[in-house]
Nanobody
Framework: HVQLVESGGGTVQAGGSLRLSCAASGHTICISAMGWYRQAPGNERELVAA???????VYAESMKGGFTISRDNAKNTVYLGKNSLNPEDTAVYYC???????????WGQGTQVTVSS
């Protein structure tokens, strides 16, 4: 199995910045894609961005131009950043990792990000 631990959430004022980290442990040797999803109150969980182990990135269409995803394979860690936060970015942010040899999709426990106006 793969364990994912997110950090970096909290309350931020509108216009501020976000930087989340997600560290993977356990059976990390064949993790392929890692990504970030978010779920706002009353909404379904949605993709923010994903990154492959060779650095190829995918962003949800509505997230382009705002979020930046990056990855440090040596540390088994994926990052998510955004400047100019607005209250609509308030959500629980979840880290995801795909690992075929470890059994599929794995999720972190989520980290709350609240943007105050």
């Amino acid at each position: 199995h793969v364990q994912l631990v997110e950090s970096g959430g909290g309350t931020v004022q509108a216009g501020g910045s976000l930087r989340l980290s997600c560290a993977a442990s356990g059976h990390t040797i064949c993790i392929s894609a890692m990504g970030w999803y978010r779920q706002a109150p009353g909404n379904e969980r949605e993709l923010v961005a994903a990154i492959s182990n060779n650095g190829t990135t995918v962003y949800a269409e509505s997230m382009k131009g705002g979020f930046t995803i990056s990855r440090d394979n040596a540390k088994n860690t994926v990052y998510l950043g955004k400047n100019s936060l607005n209250p609509e970015d308030t959500a629980v942010y979840y880290c995801n990792a795909e690992s075929a040899c470890a059994g599929g999709d794995f999720w972190g426990q989520g980290t709350q990000v609240t943007v105050s106006s």
